[in-house]
């Protein structure tokens, strides 16, 4: 290509890449996918290696400069930037608007409605249209140049768009870190063992404060203009809102939520509105500024101290307040988690009085470094439940000593315990903790696991609750008469319910394991304990050695079931159980010479009295035995049940040993 060429390509490239910032960044409408965007920024840069002469410092692929800073310079802020005056109540806002009103005397007021970002003000300077310069408040007078860092904010335009800008303009707004940007960097931050940043707002002076422009270029940062400052070769417009207009037209980003508002009202109503939006906005906001729309106005009601006569911040109320950690305290949850509660000096945040957070667990409490008579700051949004944020370090007195959740549940006494890979800790009494045993007593009573049939979770909670039964082994001590007395309890049900409770004495060993509910034992692992160690005084005694030469049981099962056992508590409620007649068949090694069954096909059909088709079907395998859905030549024994299938005839016409339930239950206890 020709050097002409390349400069039109060149020039066409940037001007694509210019357009497409623009549509995504301030039309908030992308034309063309990220890929897209990157393959043609790559072609450029490609260009402009081969042809150094070419690159322009306004060149989107200039954005991020390779030289560190030593320090930032100072920048003299030729027009103050200023703060604002804050209003926390609809009667602020009403005094407001009549000083306004007052001040200009005029009846009604038109004010510009923006949200009020939770960033930081950035003075933003464009000479014959190029980005020459980028500086923080600072105190409003003296600020720090931040150029080289600006520069890497895709939002902020290097170059203003079309040609009617004026020759100098300073643009004021807001550089922010939109919360889903946030979210990623502090995951990486943790991933990186690095602490991760408190807020965005943190986020963002923090990203923007580097000496080094490579590490701010990999910071998710985005930029809002509400504002202008110094404007020279041309006139400002009659409004406000007319300027935000121009400004967009530049390349500028402007809030998408900015409205006119008419009066005290309109301003009212724009509250309610962006109050409930505000979970659901991309960046964090702390309340809304209302500017007096009109220019004019706004120089007949001048200044006070440092801020506008003509502006107003209504602040939302703060989602973080700072307060005392007075307790930690640990609740018991039904699946016996563990959970630290913080008890704190009650604190009006985000709307509401907390008095509560939780601390999760003993990761976070270590995270946070939190200790007993720390300050804390309390973070609550909209409906979120509160959260201990940070530590106010600087304001721990004494050596506070290190908190860990407790060796023993503090509901039961049992021992508590956590693995390595799991975050949870946990009460390992699970058959005992009164915290627990709602849930235990439903999973021992549900299908899979003891299969009492009448004993739905209602039940459950209604006989905990009123006292009748505090562990799994009182289910069959309930009789009758203490039955009916419980509310909408008919003789019948109860009848039924004791019946069920009788017939479900008799089971197979590995759902009684089940049924137990111990951490991590599912059906299928109680069934490889029942076939490996064929009673339950084996599996209860068995030591770590012997439970991990057992195939598919590991280190967390063993663990799991050695503390589940070693509880005094646990073992008591598991003989009671015995006790009162809980009963399975033995089981026999399945190796050839033990069982008669071994090696033999079953095929099970019709309804058992005694155990559901599947507990025959595990019984048969614990012995060896396989187990077929349909008869052919090759089944030995076809168990017979109530109501049997054709599978029944069909077996009848082989000449297959068939064998009806008492037959069965013989064969299996034998
Ligand atoms: S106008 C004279 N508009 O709030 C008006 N400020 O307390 C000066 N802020 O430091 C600012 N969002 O960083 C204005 N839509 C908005 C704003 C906003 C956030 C910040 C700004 C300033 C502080 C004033």
Redesign the pocket.
């Known amino acids: 290509m020709t050097n002409k060429k390349n400069q039109q390509r060149i020039d066409t490239l940037r001007e694509e890449l210019d357009s497409h910032n623009y549509s995504y960044y301030v039309l908030d409408n992308p034309e063309i996918p990220d890929s897209e965007y990157d393959r043609l920024l790559r072609e450029l840069d490609e260009l402009e290696q081969q042809y150094p002469e070419l690159i322009t410092t306004n060149s989107p692929t200039q954005r991020v400069g390779a030289t560190p800073l030593d320090s930032f310079s100072e920048v003299q802020h030729e027009i103050p ?4 005056g804050n209003a926390f109540s609809e009667q602020d806002m009403t005094d407001f608007d009549r000083r306004i009103r007052e001040g200009v005397e005029k009846k009604n007021i038109e004010y510009a409605a ?4 939770d ?3 950035i003075s933003l300077l464009y000479e014959n249209g190029l980005l020459v310069r980028a500086a923080t ?1 600072g105190d409003g007078r003296t600020g720090e140049d931040v150029t080289l860092n600006i520069r890497t904010i895709d939002a902020i335009p290097l170059k203003l768009r079309g040609e009617n800008y004026p020759a100098v303009i300073e643009i ?1 707004g ?1 550089v922010v870190m939109p919360k889903s940007g946030f979210d990623k960097l502090n995951r990486q931050q943790l991933e990186k063992g690095e602490k991760p940043f408190v807020n965005p707002r943190n986020a963002a002076a923090g990203s923007l404060r580097q000496l080094d422009p490579q590490v701010t270029a990999t910071r998710p940062l985005s930029f809002y203009s ?2 202008v400052g110094l404007i020279k070769g041309m006139s400002l417009p009659n409004k406000h809102s007319v300027m935000m207009g121009k400004l967009k037209l530049w390349g500028l980003r402007i ?1 998408p939520e900015s409205r006119v508002v008419k009066g005290v009202k309109g301003c009212l109503e724009y509250y309610e509105q962006l109050a409930k939006k505000r979970n659901s906005l991309p960046d964090e906001i702390d309340g809304i ?1 209302y ?1 007096v729309d009109d220019i004019k106005l706004q120089g007949i009601m001048g200044f006070v101290s440092r ?2 006569r003509w ?1 107003i ?1 209504r602040k939302f109320p703060a989602q973080e307040e700072m307060t005392k950690l007075l307790a930690i305290d640990i609740q018991v949850g039904r699946t016996g988690a563990l959970t630290p509660v913080a008890r704190l000096q009650p604190v009006f945040v985000g709307g509401v009085t907390v008095s509560n957070a939780t601390l999760h667990n003993q990761d976070e409490i270590d995270r946070l470094d939190v200790r007993v008579g720390d300050t804390v700051i309390v973070r609550r949004a909209g409906d979120v439940i509160p959260q201990i944020v940070s530590v106010v370090k600087s304001k721990r007195t004494g050596k506070p000593r290190r908190f860990y959740l407790p060796d023993t549940c503090p509901v039961c006494g049992s021992e508590t315990a956590r693995f390595d890979d799991e975050a949870v800790t946990f009460c390992t009494g699970g058959l005992f903790c009164e915290a627990q045993r709602k849930e235990a007593i439903k999973h021992f009573a549900s299908r899979r696991a003891m299969n009492i049939d009448g004993l739905g979770d209602k039940l459950v909670e209604q006989l905990v609750d009123e006292g009748l039964i505090h562990t799994i082994a009182d289910l069959y001590q309930l009789n009758v008469e203490n039955l009916v007395k419980l509310e909408r309890m008919a003789e019948k049900s109860a009848k039924n319910l004791v019946a069920s409770l009788e017939k479900s004495k008799k089971t197979i060993l590995a759902r009684f394991v089940f049924s137990l509910g111990i951490h991590s034992i599912g059906e299928t692992t109680a069934q490889t304990l029942a076939n490996h160690f064929t009673t339950l005084e084996n599996i209860m005694g068995a030591d770590e050695e012997k439970l991990l030469a057992v195939a598919d049981v590991g280190p967390i099962v063993a663990e799991n079931l050695m503390t589940f056992f070693n509880q005094e508590h646990n073992r008591e409620v598991v003989e009671q159980l015995i006790a009162v007649g809980i009963n399975w068949p033995k089981i026999k090694k399945k190796s050839a010479n033990d069982s008669p069954l071994a090696g033999k096909t079953f095929v099970v059909t019709g309804t058992l009295e005694t155990m559901g088709r599947n507990d025959a079907k595990a019984a048969l395998q614990e012995l060896g035995a396989k187990v077929s859905g349909s008869v052919s030549k090759k089944t030995d024994y076809v168990v017979v049940g109530e109501n049997p299938g054709s599978k029944a005839t069909k077996a009848a016409d082989l000449g297959i040993t068939i064998l009806d339930e008492k037959a069965f239950t013989k064969l299996l206890t034998q």
């Open positions: 930037m200023l703060s604002l923006e949200p009020k970002l960033g930081l003000a408040r004021r807001e509400y504002g809030n500024v500017k801020a506008p502006a911040a």
